[in-house]
């Protein structure tokens, strides 16, 4: 399998343009997470789906933020404008959630580091 | 909500030395424990993780341990190696089930650098 897929691995954008953020989560996967990275916050959730329908947006930090997930193969996380302030290394997670184990593991991608100038 | 604490921030030991790093978390219903290593230009991978209902848990030279009535738990690495440095995370989570989807709160993440 090759893991969970992130696009593109580096972004550079100017204040204000918008910024998509493109994860293929682990084929199988009913579950995905999309975290940001910061030194000032370390890894913080920002939403998570379950069988592509958001659960959980409470850690999207504005208006700005969106993200969807048209199907099970497919995420998106947008920021619109963005700011300098969004710069960050972004991760998209899958897990294959199995609630008779009470855990869910979750596998990582590699990431997008996401400047904004 | 959940909160993390993970200390120390940085490790510093020398090839073949052990490495424990400490994390506390607030929640008591907290039940599932991970420990995630990032390394350099790649995303947290994990490497061991423990349920409540165990105490302690081994995986060749990194093991786990758990109290539940302090509510910590530790990573021990022993024997460490040059390849063992990088960023480790330690996480909570009130495990899937019932209205619980298993979301994780992660510590802050400790520095680990292994001296050759």
């Known amino acids: 399998d090759a893991g969970v897929i992130q696009s593109p691995r580096h972004e550079v954008t100017e204040m204000g343009q918008e910024v998509t953020l493109r994860c293929k989560p682990i084929?199988?996967?009913?579950?995905l997470f999309w975290y940001r990275q910061t030194m000032m916050r370390g890894l913080e959730l920002l939403i998570y789906?379950?069988?592509?329908?958001?659960?959980?947006d409470s850690g999207m930090p504005e208006d700005r933020f969106s993200a969807k997930m048209p199907n099970a193969s497919f995420s998106t996380l947008k920021i619109q404008p963005s700011e300098p302030r969004d710069s960050a290394v972004y991760f998209c997670?899958?897990?294959?959630?199995?609630?008779?184990?009470?855990?869910?593991?979750?596998?990582f991608g590699a990431g997008t580091r996401l400047s904004v100038l | 909500g959940e909160n993390v604490e993970q200390h120390p921030s940085t490790l510093s030991v020398q090839e073949g030395d052990s490495a424990v790093i400490k994390c506390t978390y607030s929640?008591?219903?907290?039940?599932?424990f991970p420990w995630y290593k990032q390394e350099l230009g790649k995303g947290p991978q994990l490497i061991i993780d423990?349920?409540?209902?165990?105490g302690e848990k081994k995986d060749q030279r990194i093991a786990v341990t758990l109290n539940k009535t302090a509510k910590h738990f530790s990573l021990h690495i022993t024997e460490t190696q040059p390849e063992d440095s990088a960023v480790y995370f330690c996480?909570?989570?009130?495990?899937?089930?019932?209205?619980?989807?298993?979301?994780?709160?992660f510590g802050q993440g400790t520095i680990l650098t292994v001296h050759p």
């Open positions: 084929s199988g996967h009913n579950s």
């Open positions: 997670a899958s897990s294959p959630r199995d609630r008779g184990m009470s855990k869910n593991i979750q596998y």
């Open positions: 996480a909570a989570s009130i495990g899937a089930g019932g209205t619980s989807y298993g979301k994780l709160t």
């Open positions: 929640d008591s219903a907290s039940n599932y």
């Open positions: 789906f379950n069988n592509n329908v958001p659960i959980d």
């Open positions: 423990i349920r409540s209902n165990v």
